[in-house]
């Protein structure tokens, strides 16, 4: 099995989403707040599943760009996603040694008097195993 | 014991040259109850047919079975042969020995053999046939038609026109429907009040069509050619007979605060109204709910200047009764309700709007006067979006999994009509996928954008923000140029999509009509009696069957027109014998059978019965076989083995089974 | 009226002004809020994958201490809630993770989702009731045009937190209205504040909060309420447009009178 | 005298509806698609009036498979027949399952009026199917064999 088509198997299984039911309205991009920040925008994730580059998918700047907001998750017509599956596709980074997106060393100058423990639970548990 | 005449065909050489046709005849012979047998060149021929008469007079033959063809060909030919030549048509029997048996086999030995286990499995059946009478019911000669728009009056036109008493029952109080409430029609741009009022003056002024506005059905008992009605007219407080409809009493009316169901709530009306001035009748009801004498008990305004004396505040519902033979749904649809869309901000901002409600606001009839403008303010607007596919094409439980067909089309029509006669005002479309199939409609699509210049964008939008000064953000994607656009807007229209009028699941109930996951109506077959309900007698008309615009519905409409006018021209029905009946010393009484039965067909009767001596009442399955289409579905579900389909009787398959496997 | 009650990591250390106002609300309003023993960090965000199992253990934890006390769970801020309601939608719907997460734990008893898991929110909204509410509000903020800045966790998915209509929610609005105030309904109330992504992303998060403000102003609040410590740290940060922005409690306590009776207790934290 | 060694022709019974598989099967015959002559089909009205009964009763007359062809779901001519037949076969095919007899003996094919070439197919890798089973033992009548 090429090793696409593995990995788009694995984001099917991790986010438990069907890709095939997108009927490309465009809904998700039309309401993703971060839209402008991605490289690969959120309609797009679908084809990049279907067509099983999920390479493309792992290396893009959109894995690290999605806020887990849920918009596009609520207001999908086919109950499709886009958001759980950049999120797979974020857990299948992670998941793999030393690939953390957030190093521990990088932290301290990140932090403030101010800033919530839960903004530090939730990148840990969003960008490192 | 039966005397059957086995008669076995050569078909020239397609039966001849692949089995021994002779040797079939010979076998035949040997077979328990067969008292003839013979081989001939072709047996559906002239000299075929009358060679089996001759021979059912002449050797007293009860039962024939012909190996010949497909019965699908001409088991009805041979039937008749033999009922022309006195004996009852369902004692014949076909054994296939061409296309089931010659075309697909080479071998002679082989074929030969098989089509003689076919023709032992034909005599088997025979056998236990038992002659059957085909039923006959009666016709009353006339229809109701549930439903006063275009498709129900087009329908009640027809069969009026044909010669037939037609009722038409509607809910509001004026027929018209849904195309009353439109300002223009695609795709000829046509004003839709010029083409509909003629129409329900037509229907209104013929002698054949009863219209009783303001009522609903509320009882339906029968079957095909005999349904038995009750119609509840509502109250209108109004004396029909006395109403001269010169209009005083709305004008004097001092409740004048009720929310226009015309006007889609845009504006209000008075309690005593007609819905829009063409209305027909031309007699106002009185909204007991909205009315001041009646929630005070003071007022009486509308009866004080009513010259005619019509004013009625005590009268009270009716239910009238009458008879049917075939009975037409035409119920229509509605929009659906947006609250559980609201990124489109509907309910957040006047200035968001449904199509239907951009209908009323271009109408000149309308809360505007014809004029475009925004409801918030009243100013002009200078750009306009519409956002397609608004719960249509949705798999979650917000919308709706179909796609709503007129959406697309009207869309581009408001677009069309905006930018001719305010050419300064913007018009951008969001859209999914244009869908124009029909007659000059894409045609239609592209002079909108080619000659209109109406910006046309593929992608959903996501959210309608309103600002603070009265603006709308409209936030969308545009797909092809892979951006995320935020648009400005003065007015937003959603293309909501549409779904059948809510009553249509009562309705269908009564009717024991079935109906979809949707809630439309289903039709017999989705491509070969697209107009008619599976159960006999009942007809779809319009948008109760599935989307559809104006020109499909009438089309439609005159479609179950003539499939009405079909039964009504009959007589009598003579129905298929071929239909289950009940064993009533086994039955138990248990609904399993009418559980599983698409037609209603099965009812139950508290009946006395001789069980071996001992009389006792017991509750006893009655198949009613006019509405029974012997499908069969019954007999498999009973479990005591008292439901049994005449001609397919569970001794007959059995003893083809037998024959076959001997 | 008794209920469990988790408070959550932030409650604890940055956000203890929202725990403490709930608190001295609850105890005006009857209310007594037992916090459970020994509760562990939610995680912050849902686990997405349909095959993490351990991420959701310590939402189980205290979903089943519930459950043996026989109480529902109550949370104060959007995330926790957010998290300990999907995973006891999980745990009541999905047996895969419900088999295994009672694996691990290995609970006297299988936990199945039986506990019911509220936000402090909805124990006013279908516990006491706005017009309860109402009437025992004794400070009324008459006056003061509120925004609520609901966010997404509270609202999304809609379908599972069951919390209000995730387009147009009116909880807060009402509850803003129960305690004398009047609130302004303003289109980015249920927009993403950058969440977590202003660890790294600083600048995404402050614009998205400036689009909020800036919105909320130009309908006229003067004062943001919401129920997430995050929210109201990255609203805090927004550059342009500053509207102060404080916890629901906060102004739930104001409004029962009971918010001075605290305040040094509050100042010291 | 050692016994004859008979050569296995199977007995197989296919139960068509009238309005799909049946016209299928004429199709096929007129498209002169051959099948094996083992197949003998008996019309019925539709999939559902097929009692699980008589597919028992050919077993145990002799037969070594039955299959049942109907319309393909959505398109039954009395609009719910097929669905109604497929939950009772696969009632019975469970059933025979336990009992011991081969579930290849039993099969359900949905068959249009115009699949003329699906009809000669099902039948082909039907017939070929029994005969990679064998005679049917399990529930034939033992009383009246030699």
Redesign the interface.
């Known amino acids: 099995m090429n090793p696409g088509k593995k990995q788009a198997e694995m984001i099917r299984e991790i986010s438990g989403v069907n890709p095939l039911k997108c009927m490309k309205c465009g809904k998700c991009s039309a309401t993703c707040p971060s839209y402008n920040e991605m490289d690969i925008k959120p309609h797009q994730f679908v084809s990049y599943v279907v067509n099983e580059d999920i390479e493309s998918l792992i290396n893009s700047k959109s894995l690290w760009k999605c806020l887990s907001c849920f918009a596009c998750v609520e207001r999908c017509p086919r109950d499709v996603k886009p958001g759980k599956l950049i999120d797979a596709a974020r857990q299948m980074v992670v998941r793999k040694k030393g690939q953390d997106y957030l190093k521990a060393d990088e932290i301290p100058e990140l932090l403030d008097p101010e800033l919530p423990q839960q903004l530090l639970v939730s990148a840990f548990r969003r960008y490192r195993r | 014991m039966q005397r059957i005449g086995v008669f076995v065909c050569h078909c020239g050489s397609n039966i001849a040259a692949t089995v021994d046709v002779s040797k079939v005849a010979e076998m035949a012979l040997m077979e328990p109850g067969v008292a003839h047998a013979e081989d001939y060149q072709y047996m559906c021929s002239e000299a075929g047919q009358a060679k089996i008469a001759a021979a059912i007079q002449e050797k007293g033959l009860t039962g024939i079975v012909v190996c010949s063809c497909?019965?699908?060909m001409h088991e009805a030919t041979f039937r008749k042969a033999a009922e022309r030549a006195g004996l009852n048509p369902y004692m014949v029997e076909i054994a296939?020995i061409?296309?089931?048996?010659s075309?697909?086999?080479?071998?002679m030995e082989?074929?030969t053999?098989?089509a003689v286990?076919?023709m032992r499995?034909a005599v088997a059946k025979v056998n236990l046939n038992t002659p059957l009478q085909a039923g006959e019911s009666r016709v009353t000669k006339r229809a109701l038609v549930i439903g006063g728009g275009i498709a129900g009056i087009q329908t009640a036109l027809d069969i009026a026109d044909a010669g037939y008493e037609v009722d038409i029952v509607e809910k509001t109080p004026s027929i018209g429907g849904r195309m009353s409430q439109l300002d223009k029609t695609f795709p000829t741009l046509d004003c839709s009040a010029c083409i509909l009022t003629p129409k329900m003056v037509e229907a209104s002024a013929h002698e054949k069509i009863t219209i009783y506005t303001y009522s609903e059905v509320e009882k339906v008992s029968g079957f095909v050619g005999d349904f038995t009605v009750d119609i509840r007219r509502k109250a209108r407080s109004v004396d029909m007979n006395k109403c001269t409809g010169c209009g005083v009493c709305q004008e004097k009316c001092p409740s004048k605060k009720a929310p226009s169901e015309f006007n889609r709530g845009l504006n209000t009306r008075s309690a005593i109204y007609t819905p829009f001035a063409q209305a027909i009748p031309n007699v106002p009801v009185i909204d007991r709910e909205a009315c001041i004498k009646f929630r005070t008990g003071k007022c009486g305004v509308c009866s004080k200047v009513c010259q005619a004396g019509a004013i009625d505040y005590e009268q009270k519902d009716e239910i009238i009764t009458e008879k049917y033979g075939a009975i037409v749904v035409a119920t229509g649809f509605d929009t659906i309700k947006l609250?559980?869309?609201?990124?489109y901000?509907y309910?957040?901002s006047k200035d968001v709007i449904t199509s239907l409600e951009l209908e009323r606001v271009m109408n000149a009839a309308g809360p505007t006067h014809g004029h475009l403008e925004r409801l918030s303010d009243g100013k002009a607007p200078k750009e306009i979006v519409f956002i397609q596919?608004v719960g249509s094409?949705?798999?979650?439980?917000?919308?709706k999994p179909y796609c709503s067909k007129i959406c697309c089309m009207y869309t581009a029509k408001h677009a069309m009509l905006i930018r001719d006669k305010y050419p300064d005002v913007n018009v951008t479309v969001f859209y999914?996928d244009v869908r124009t199939p029909g007659k000059n409609f894409d045609e239609f699509y592209r002079r909108a954008v080619e000659q209109y210049g109406v910006n046309y964008i593929?992608?959903?939008?996501?959210?309608v923000?309103?600002?603070?000064?009265g603006k709308l953000l409209v936030?969308?994607?545009d797909?092809l140029d892979?951006r995320?656009?935020l648009k400005e807007a003065d007015m937003v229209v959603l293309a909501t999509a549409i779904e059948p009028n809510p009553d249509v699941r009562k309705i269908a109930t009564m009717l024991t009509a079935?109906i979809d996951t949707n809630n439309f109506l289903?039709e017999?077959?989705?491509k070969l009696r697209p107009v008619e309900s599976?159960t006999a007698g009942i007809f779809l008309s319009g948008v109760c069957q599935g989307p559809k615009d104006i020109p499909e519905t009438v089309a439609q409409a005159g479609a179950a027109a003539v499939k009405a006018i079909g039964l009504l021209a009959k007589d009598k029905l003579m129905t298929n014998p071929?239909t289950a009946h009940s064993d009533e010393l086994l039955c138990n009484g248990c609904s399993s059978c009418e559980n599983?039965c698409?037609y209603g067909a099965i009812t139950y009767e508290d009946k006395e019965v001789n069980d071996h001596g001992i009389r006792e009442t017991r509750r006893i399955a009655v198949v009613n076989n006019a509405l029974c289409?012997?499908?069969?579905?019954c007999?498999?579900?009973c479990p005591s083995g008292a439901m049994d389909?005449q001609g397919?009787s569970?001794r007959q398959?059995?003893a083809?089974?037998?024959a076959?496997?001997? | 009226m008794k209920y469990s009650y988790y408070p959550g990591c932030t409650l604890r250390t940055k956000a203890k002004a929202l725990d403490a106002y709930a608190r001295a609300s609850a105890a005006a309003l009857g209310i007594e809020l037992v916090e459970i023993e020994d509760w562990q960090c939610c995680g912050g965000v849902y686990p997405l994958g349909s095959d993490e199992i351990a991420t959701k253990l310590s939402s189980v934890r205290a979903l089943n201490e519930a459950k043996v006390k026989g109480q529902s769970l109550v949370t104060m801020c959007s995330a926790c809630h957010h998290v300990i309601k999907r995973v006891n939608d999980d745990m009541k719907n999905v047996e895969d993770i419900r088999v295994r997460a009672n694996n691990y734990m290995e609970l006297d008893e299988p936990y199945a989702g039986e506990t019911e898991v509220l936000h402090f929110l909805e124990i006013l909204r279908d516990r006491v009731g706005f017009d309860e509410l109402k009437k025992k509000v004794t400070n009324p903020l008459t006056g003061k045009k509120i925004g609520a800045y609901y966010g997404c966790l509270l609202l999304r998915p809609g379908r599972l937190l069951n919390f209000d209509d995730p387009e147009n929610p009116k909880i807060m609005e009402d509850f803003i209205r129960a305690i004398g105030a009047e609130p302004v309904i303003y289109p980015y109330r249920n927009e993403c504040c950058g969440g977590y992504i202003s660890l790294k992303e600083k600048e995404m998060s402050k614009n998205m909060c400036e689009k909020i403000m800036e919105s909320a102003e130009g309908f006229g609040v003067e004062m943001l309420t919401t129920a997430c410590p995050l929210c109201l740290y990255n609203l805090n940060k927004s550059t342009g447009v500053k509207l102060p922005v404080v916890y629901f409690t906060e102004l739930l306590a104001e409004a029962l009178g009971v918010k001075e009776e605290i305040k040094e207790e509050v100042q010291a934290l | 005298m050692p016994l004859e060694k008979k050569e296995f022709k199977p007995k197989i019974v296919a139960f068509c509806c009238n309005w799909c598989s049946y016209a299928g099967a004429d199709l096929a015959g007129s498209s002169r698609l051959t099948y094996p002559a083992d197949v003998k089909i008996i019309r019925v009205p539709c999939s559902c009036r097929v009692n699980p009964m008589f597919i028992l009763r050919a077993f145990e007359k002799g037969a070594d498979g039955v299959i049942m062809c109907g319309c393909h779901p959505g398109d039954c001519h009395y609009s719910t027949g097929n669905y109604y037949a497929r939950r009772r076969m696969t009632l019975l095919f469970s059933m025979l399952d336990y009992i011991g007899v081969e579930s290849g003996r039993t099969r359900v094919e949905w068959v249009s009026a115009a699949e003329g070439v699906k009809f000669s197919e099902t039948m082909n890798s039907f017939v070929e199917k029994i005969y990679s089973l064998g005679e049917n033992v399990r529930l034939g009548d033992l009383r009246c064999k030699n």
């Open positions: 497909s019965p699908r296939n061409r296309e089931h048996c075309w697909i086999h080479k071998d082989e074929a053999k098989k286990i076919l499995a609250d559980r869309y609201d990124e901000a309910s957040q596919c094409r949705c798999a979650d439980d917000r919308g999914i593929k992608g959903q939008v996501g959210k923000i309103p600002k603070p000064d936030q969308g994607s797909l892979n995320q656009i079935s289903t017999a077959h989705a599976p071929c599983v698409p289409q012997g499908c069969g579905a007999t498999v579900a389909l397919f569970n398959i059995i083809e089974v037998d076959i496997c001997r």
